[in-house]
Antibody, heavy 122, light 106 residues
Framework: EVQLVESGGGLVQPGGSLRLSCAAS????????MSWVRQAPGKGLEWVAN????????YYVDSVKGRFTISRDNAKNSLYLQMNSLRAEDTAVYYC???????????????WGQGTLVTVSS | DIQMTQSPSSVSASVGDRVTITCRAS??????LAWYQQKPGKAPKLLIY???SLQSGVPSRFSGSGSGTDFTLTISSLQPEDFATYYC????????FGGGTKVEIK
């Protein structure tokens, strides 16, 4: 069974840092583009970042450029999101999501993890 | 950036009803559009990709159509498990989502 399990969320003060992890299983992790998508409480979905199979290409939404870093460890079947200089507006559930098919990036997201909540507040 | 606009923002419907949700892109995106279903407290689920391709395991009562800037998601006969929020998403450039359409029980 294909599974994605996020961890690392929690309460952090404005200006602080947090590292999210996503453990993948049930598929060949190194064959897929991977993404982070977030959802503020009661709001819609926002794509945050994605990363190519070998980590050679990374893309970010403008609002997190320079603050967030996406990375992966294919040996550990894991995806990461390092979040620095956190702001109140970064408060959200963060989902990791796999590209629907391996190979060329399609940006169709399937499946998704269950999400991890990040709360930025003093 | 490509903006995605969904309408309506909510719809009240009964079991068995036909429901149509529309999504408009701020510029042409060919068929680079997906639809997702999200239930409260759960992750989104991919229903439709490439505007009209049904994701494996998704019931055939769901269908998608459109290209360019205007797209629709149709549920042909609403079932109790279909009450949820639906999002469109463009994949022509950096991904972006519509604001969502909540399908509620009438």
């Amino acid at each position: 069974e294909v599974q994605l399990v996020e961890s690392g969320g929690g309460l952090v003060q404005p200006g602080g840092s947090l590292r999210l992890s996503c453990a993948a299983s049930g598929f060949t992790f190194s064959s897929y583009w991977m993404s982070w998508v977030r959802q503020a409480p009661g709001k819609g979905l926002e794509w945050v970042a994605n990363i190519k199979q070998d980590g050679s290409e990374k893309y970010y939404v403008d609002s997190v450029k320079g603050r967030f870093t996406i990375s992966r460890d294919n040996a550990k079947n894991s995806l990461y999101l390092q979040m620095n200089s956190l702001r109140a507006e970064d408060t959200a559930v963060y989902y990791c999501a796999r590209d629907r098919t391996g190979g060329v990036c399609s940006n169709w997201f399937d499946p998704w993890g269950q999400g991890t909540l990040v709360t930025v507040s003093s | 950036d490509i903006q995605m606009t969904q309408s309506p923002s909510s719809v009240s419907a009964s079991v068995g009803d036909r429901v149509t949700i529309t999504c408009r892109a701020s510029q042409g995106i060919s068929s680079w559009l997906a639809w997702y279903q999200q239930k409260p407290g759960k992750a989104p689920k991919l229903l439709i990709y490439a505007a009209s391709s049904l994701q494996s395991g998704v019931p055939s009562r769901f269908s998608g159509s459109g290209s360019g800037t205007d797209f629709t998601l149709t549920i042909s006969s609403l079932q109790p498990e279909d009450f949820a929020t639906y999002y469109c998403q463009q994949a022509n450039s950096f991904p972006s989502f519509g604001g969502g359409t909540k399908v509620e029980i009438k």
